[in-house]
């Protein structure tokens, strides 16, 4: 039978790559997207030629916690207990923090950081009652080393890499591993979104003087969820080409 697993952001830059992977891994995906944008998933699902059987177009929006809490208790009686959950939906409201808006904050904060326990918590008792799962959180280099103009998304970041070392202490008597990757600058829209000149003087400071490629991250995913990564829990794997060793 195949694994079960659900990723947020599926569509996204990296959230498309992990979900490649997985489909190729031979997990069965629920693949979440943001409220509304039906016809652009649906878009997707073909764009990349899965099948019923490999990816389920889930709607739901993470930011919100009873609406998560009511539709993941019933995918979880559809479709049985998940084997991975990777959290990956992520925006940015970039700019410096005097003048930033509470709007900007709280956006974030509510899509990167508290949907991490909008849809964790909902699935995690049932993973921990079978003995085994993972949990995997993208979180971000800015996360890691904080970055100027993004003190909203690197606060929410790094609050993924501490709930992530909480929760591999749970879970770790369940047999449920709980790990965060940490990209750095990757080639997505998000990134390519920036200003050409910021983003140019950010490539000139990375090690390996090039953005990562989605598929890097994604290799990363299907490394802490294989069985070979069964031991490590509460690490925070850093993909970012030496722009932070920390
Ligand atoms: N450290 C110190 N000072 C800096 C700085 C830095 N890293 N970056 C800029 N400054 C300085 C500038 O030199 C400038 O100084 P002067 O006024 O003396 O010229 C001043 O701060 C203002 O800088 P900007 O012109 O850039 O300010 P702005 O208000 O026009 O733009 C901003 C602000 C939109 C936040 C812009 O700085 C920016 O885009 N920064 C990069 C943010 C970033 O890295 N985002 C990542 C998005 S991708 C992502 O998040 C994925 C991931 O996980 C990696």
Redesign the pocket.
């Known amino acids: 039978m195949k694994k079960l697993a659900l990723i947020t952001g599926s569509k996204g830059g990296i959230g498309s790559a992990i979900s490649s992977r997985l489909v190729e891994n031979d997990y069965r995906l629920i693949a979440t997207y943001y409220t509304g944008n039906y016809e652009c998933a649906k878009e997707w699902f073909e764009s990349k030629g899965f099948t019923d059987d490999q990816v389920r177009l889930f709607e739901l929006d993470v930011t919100n916690t009873n609406e998560c809490q009511k539709k993941l208790e019933e995918i979880q009686e559809e479709e049985g207990t998940f084997d991975l959950v990777v959290n990956n939906a992520?925006i940015?409201r970039?700019?410096?923090f005097k003048?930033m808006s509470a709007e900007a904050w709280f956006d974030v904060i509510n899509t990167n950081l508290n949907s991490v326990f909008n849809v964790t918590q909902p699935l995690f008792a049932a993973m921990c009652e079978k003995g085994g799962g993972r949990v995997i959180n993208i979180s971000?280099?800015?996360?890691q080393k904080g970055?100027?103009?993004?003190a909203n998304?690197s606060a929410a970041?790094a609050g993924m890499i501490g709930f992530t070392k909480a929760l591999a202490a749970e879970g770790a008597r369940s047999g449920v591993t709980v790990n965060v990757i940490a990209?750095?600058?990757?080639g997505?829209p998000?990134?390519e979104?920036?200003?050409e000149d910021?983003?140019d003087s950010?490539k000139s400071t990375i090690p390996l003087k090039r953005l990562a490629k989605p598929e890097e991250i994604a290799a990363a995913v299907a490394y802490l969820a294989s069985d070979e990564a069964a031991y490590i829990t509460g690490e925070t794997l850093s993909v970012n080409g030496g722009l932070y060793m920390a």
């Open positions: 992520g940015t970039d700019g410096q003048k971000s280099v800015n996360g970055q100027f103009g993004q998304y970041k990209p750095g600058y990757t997505t998000m990134v979104a920036m200003r910021v983003l950010i």
